[in-house]
């Protein structure tokens, strides 16, 4: 073969590397690691609206009122990567309220203040298996939480936000959410009022907390705090951006900005796959391998650690109280693009 000829094939070969990097999902690199490319994870969010936008399954939360009265019909798919890519199908900009959702970044903020150790040795990292307003659950592990994800340990979490009086504590945890989404978050005053006035098991819980000598403010504040921050509004674009500071070691891959020191992102990552599902983290965990966090409002927030992370938003629930649509959606994005941590 000739200079030419050399050149010729060389180009040839280029060009069919590059045609079939494109079109492919992904490519394996040297490594044997997968490289997910854009235009594959384009096809299956798309693929997954389509798919479940008709699915009708489960029912609004309704013991707090305003939340059975949100549009049921609302289905927005956002991913976000860790270089901060954003591929979106179907409605993301609809916000429901964050609910349990907003228990991970509390959790992330009393790690940030405290250090983890008190995280797990103070409030706990282990799943209740039971449902997450239990209260027996608090009695048959002496007087703990458990975890930080259980309405218990939420509430134990917010009043352990360090701050003057509760103004300071609702500022400081509204901040850190506003820095995680990167984006000034709407507060849900419907759904706030609706709460606070019809919480009195959440109630209930701080003050058997406090007998117990967990609390690290007074209980009923802390509850009326832990209320307001369930009450902030979140679309599917912004649960993925909160999702990717994570998926980005703790860095807003958006904004730039650190919102938690790297070494703490793995631990609260740990409970997300030990207790994000409720009662049904189990089950959650054996069907994709990710942590993740789900809301009564209809979010639903999944990790791939260190490449993106999902966020999801469909307000009907199953009994467990987590998102059905969100959750076939989620299973069925890291089915086909093969993200299951443990299998990578
Ligand atoms: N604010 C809700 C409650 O305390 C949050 C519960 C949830 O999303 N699971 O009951």
Not at 72 to 77: A, D, M, V, Y
Request: charged residues 20%; positive net charge; proline residues 3%.
């Amino acid at each position: 073969m000739g200079a030419s000829g050399r050149r010729g094939f060389l180009a040839f070969f280029a060009m069919v590397l590059v045609l079939f990097s494109g079109s492919a999902l992904f490519a394996r690199d040297v490594s044997g690691l997968h490289t997910l490319s854009e235009t594959g994870i384009k096809q299956v969010v798309k693929e997954a609206y389509e798919k479940f936008k008709n699915d009708n399954s489960g029912k609004n939360a309704d013991y707090i009122k305003a939340l059975a009265k949100v549009d049921p019909k609302i289905f927005g798919i956002t991913v976000v990567t860790r270089d901060g890519k954003v591929i979106e199908a179907g409605d993301t900009k609809s916000a429901v309220s964050i609910q349990s959702i907003s228990k991970v970044f509390t959790a992330s903020l009393v790690m940030q203040e405290h250090g983890a150790k008190f995280l797990q040795e103070k409030i706990g990292a282990n799943a209740t298996g039971l449902p997450f307003n239990s209260i027996i659950a608090i009695e048959l592990h002496d007087g703990s939480a458990s975890n930080p994800f259980v309405n218990a340990g939420a509430i134990q979490a917010t009043s352990w936000v360090r701050a003057k009086d509760s103004k300071e504590r609702w500022a400081k945890i509204k901040k850190n959410m506003d820095d995680y989404a990167g984006n000034e978050l709407a507060f849900n005053e419907e759904v706030y009022i609706s709460e606070v006035n019809d919480n009195k098991r959440n109630q209930a819980i701080s003050k058997i907390l406090d007998a117990y000598g967990r609390m690290g403010s007074d209980p009923l504040e802390a509850t009326t705090v832990y209320t307001k921050q369930c009450s902030v509004n979140v679309n599917a674009h912004d649960l993925g951006v909160m999702g990717a500071t994570l998926a980005n070691h703790g860095v807003n891959p958006i904004t730039g900005k650190r919102v938690l020191k790297a070494a703490y992102v793995p631990k609260l990552l740990a409970v997300m796959a030990t207790a994000g599902l409720y009662d049904n983290a189990g089950d959650w965990l054996y069907e994709t391998g990710a942590p993740a966090k789900s809301g009564v409002g209809g979010g639903l927030l999944t990790v791939i650690p260190g490449k993106l992370a999902i966020g999801v938003v469909s307000p009907p629930l199953d009994k467990y109280g987590n998102s059905v649509r969100a959750q076939k959606a989620t299973i069925y994005i890291i089915e086909k693009l093969g993200l299951n941590p443990y299998a990578q």
